[in-house]
């Protein structure tokens, strides 16, 4: 059996910087009020016209590939989580295909929301542990922008969410030591409708209509409290789950990425399970919560920063929309 490892990351994140400041000016809120409840001081959005979600993966794809040493022509295979793609059809694995020079691969969306890079990572090391791709492109990008209600009705969401990319490319391994020890994925449907986002529908009598328009239904809707309360419970789960798995503890940890949902739950993760600051990479304050792609992205830029040197064991972690939740734990 083959292992998997993370042979490069990379991300790109929109020009558009949107401060808090700049919220104030859209709906009743404050930058006080947005920095202690979430921590967030400011995030990407888009620049409709210039940025695409198929864009900003091919930016993040592109310098993952160039940090892993591996051109397009290598990939064998496209694993892209997103909930906000370009199309309602096709989906974005196959618009990132055409952008480079990749072969005729086989492309593949996954639409876990925040837990869709860790879902979308783990489809891409069982692909690579039976030995049927050697090199595989994990992609997580999102525009969460154009679905914010912007009004006083929709602002504790909207100063939440933001817009970016992350990718890295997995390999196989030929080191017993590093790569990818385990993943672990959950669902609970029955709080599908604790954050959701109803159109476009297939099922209602059309997909999109003026009334649909009218209501909202493009927005997406969260009960912040319950994602919240679900949220603390589930990371500690999983993450538990993992290293149990493991035979690992907390202090086995060198680095733990959460999703970057809100700062708050990442701290509070961090105090149960007794972490350094130094060992828990948060960087929600200046991109926001971009769902899928928060940890490709936070991966990227901890490695640009120093914080992952080989061999350190990271632990990943997500929970959102579903809920969905997930975790992996590997060593770089
Ligand atoms: O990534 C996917 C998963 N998502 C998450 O994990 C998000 C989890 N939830 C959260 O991060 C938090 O629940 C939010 C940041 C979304 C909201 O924070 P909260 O501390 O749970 O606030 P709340 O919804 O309980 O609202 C508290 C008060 C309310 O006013 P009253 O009723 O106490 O008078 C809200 O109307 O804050 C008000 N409020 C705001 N005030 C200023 C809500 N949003 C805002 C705002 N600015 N943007």
């Known amino acids: 059996m083959y292992k998997s490892k993370i042979l ?38 888009y620049t409709p016209g210039k940025d695409t979600v198929t864009s900003m993966s091919k930016a993040a794809s592109e310098m993952a590939m160039k940090r892993a040493g591996v051109t397009p022509e290598e990939i064998d295979f496209i694993v892209f989580a997103t909930i906000t ?67 006083d009705e929709g602002r504790s969401s909207s100063v939440i969410f933001a817009d970016g990319a992350g990718a890295v490319v997995l390999g196989a391994s030929d080191s017993e030591q590093s790569g990818i020890l385990s ?28 009334e649909m328009i009218d209501r909202g239904d493009f927005f997406l809707k969260m009960n912040g409290n319950a994602v ?46 007794g972490l350094a600051d130094e060992k828990v990479f948060n960087n929600i304050m200046t991109r926001g919560n971009t769902t899928a792609a928060t940890i490709p992205i936070a991966m990227s830029e901890a490695w640009e920063q120093g914080k992952i040197k080989d061999g350190d064991l990271l632990c990943l972690a997500a929970f959102g929309s579903g809920f969905a939740w997930a975790s992996a734990v590997l060593r770089w």
Request: hydrophobic share 40%.
């Open 183 to 210: 993943t672990h994925l959950h669902s609970q449907g029955q709080y599908a409708e604790e954050l959701y986002c109803i159109a476009p529908s297939s099922s209602g009598k059309v997909r999109v209509s003026q």
């Open 228 to 273: 919240f309360k679900h949220a603390v419970v589930r990371f500690m789960e999983v993450i538990q789950e993992a290293l149990d798995h493991n035979g690992l503890s907390s202090e086995d940890i060198d680095l733990l990425i959460p999703h970057q949902a809100n700062l708050r739950i990442s701290q509070y993760v961090q105090k149960k399970m």
């Open 85 to 151: 793609s370009d199309y309602f059809l096709p989906g974005n694995g196959v618009l990132l295909q055409r952008e480079l020079p990749f072969r005729e691969i086989g492309a593949l969306d996954i639409r876990n929301a925040c837990s869709g890079f860790i879902y979308a990572l783990s489809v891409a090391d069982q692909f690579i542990k039976t030995g049927m791709y050697k090199k595989i492109l994990v992609v997580g990008a999102e525009i969460q922008s154009s679905a914010l209600d912007k009004s």
């Open 8 to 45: 490069g990351a990379g991300h790109y994140v929109p020009e558009k910087i949107v401060t808090n400041e700049d919220l104030t000016a859209m709906m009743n809120t404050t930058n006080e009020w947005i920095v202690e409840r979430t921590g967030i001081q400011e995030r990407r959005w």
